[in-house]
């Protein structure tokens, strides 16, 4: 069986567990809390010399990091991962676009909101990571302007990469009030077969 | 023909050109100065949303944007990128830690150290952007005491997009000195077939 190591609290898990349950793919988890230090300890940084989770272990044992690469191996052959070349590489457009112009921004300032306290110096960041996420928002309105998913072919793993921290933008202090393309998307993710909400 | 809307001196560009160099895959190359602005015009937003080259044009006039989304796109049914379906999620997992844990920030000390006068306040960024520049660094040290290459069936796109700005470090004040394998493996990717250096 399929193993993940993950923290359900993570939007970066959070894509796997919801890519597992849309594909009805048996998995264990293994909760890892990364906010604790326990990617740090040697025994994790063993498995994942990168020292993040999530993690997924074959049946085989071999280990495969990174949560974007690990929605692209999970969802080979099936529907949310196109088969035609061009669509491809458009659901990899927009999983490197979350990982370098979204996430770093809106994943990060939930993070400081949620997780430090409040008198933290890292707080001082958040004034750019908020211009910066509302930016990538910006690029996301405009593209769902003409699509009802990120790439043509229908829901993708793009969607879910996109999903996994856009649906809690708001607890990082960034509303979506001004994006209705995006907040009518999150809500056709939302219906999508097999949709799991995040862990509160 | 394939047209690449690029800026030489960036390494997230010179991935493409050196990919289509060693793919001896007939394009043209649109300068487009980022560093100037030129990416934040009205005509080039039209084509890119989120405003950075590189940016692939097909010659049916489609676009691909995200560096190393065009790589998987260029690269598809060649060795470049395995067929197998985990080893292509490996020349991703590789991909994403390079977008994620590598490029913000070995890339950002050479553009800081390189494109911004030397009193600018962005300079504050270098003591933190080079300790995470020899963590992604001792990474990948440690990865390739055991392989020649960053996924084990040979020399692939992931090797292209790593090399990109590790190959240039030292720009922005990161040593690779204590990195003996990566230096190895930097010959060894200068070594493949079809290799050409950055413009300088």
Same mark, same amino acid.
């Given at each position: 069986?399929?193993?993940?190591?993950?923290?359900?609290?993570?939007?970066?898990?959070?894509?796997?567990?919801?890519?597992?349950?849309?594909?009805?793919?048996?998995?264990?988890?293994?909760?890892?809390?990364?906010?604790?230090?326990?990617?740090?300890?040697?025994?994790?940084?063993?498995?994942?010399?990168?020292?993040?989770? %999530?993690? &997924? =272990?074959?049946?085989?044992?071999?280990? !495969? #990091?990174?949560?974007?690469?690990? *929605?692209?191996?999970? $969802?080979?052959?099936?529907?949310?991962?196109?088969?035609?070349?061009?669509?491809?590489?458009?659901?990899?457009?927009?999983?490197?676009?979350?990982?370098?112009?979204?996430?770093?921004?809106?994943?990060?300032?939930?993070?400081?909101?949620?997780?430090?306290?409040?008198?933290?110096?890292?707080?001082?960041?958040? %004034?750019? &990571? =908020?211009?910066?996420?509302?930016?990538? !928002? #910006?690029?996301?309105?405009?593209? *769902?302007?003409?699509? $009802?998913?990120?790439?043509?072919?229908?829901?993708?793993?793009?969607?879910?990469?996109?999903?996994?921290?856009?649906?809690?933008?708001?607890?990082?202090?960034?509303?979506?009030?001004?994006?209705?393309?995006?907040?009518?998307?999150?809500?056709?993710?939302?219906?999508?077969?097999?949709?799991?909400?995040?862990? %509160?």
């Amino acid at each position: 069986m399929l193993t993940v190591y993950g923290m359900k609290a993570s939007g970066n898990c959070y894509k796997v567990q919801l890519l597992l349950e849309q594909l009805r793919q048996p998995y264990q988890w293994i909760e890892v809390n990364s906010a604790a230090g326990e990617t740090r300890t040697p025994e994790f940084l063993a498995l994942n010399a990168n020292g993040r989770v %999530p993690l &997924l =272990r074959l049946d085989d044992g071999q280990l !495969l #990091a990174e949560s974007n690469a690990i *929605l692209c191996y999970l $969802a080979d052959a099936s529907p949310l991962l196109p088969a035609d070349r061009l669509e491809r590489a458009r659901v990899l457009q927009w999983m490197f676009f979350e990982q370098y112009s979204h996430e770093p921004y809106i994943a990060v300032a939930r993070f400081i909101c949620g997780w430090l306290p409040a008198d933290h110096p890292r707080r001082d960041e958040l %004034p750019r &990571l =908020r211009e910066r996420g509302h930016a990538a !928002l #910006a690029v996301m309105e405009r593209h *769902l302007a003409d699509s $009802a998913f990120f790439v043509a072919s229908g829901y993708s793993v793009a969607d879910i990469a996109l999903f996994a921290y856009t649906h809690c933008a708001g607890m990082g202090g960034i509303a979506l009030d001004d994006y209705p393309n995006v907040r009518a998307w999150l809500d056709r993710v939302r219906a999508t077969p097999g949709f799991v909400p995040q862990s %509160p």
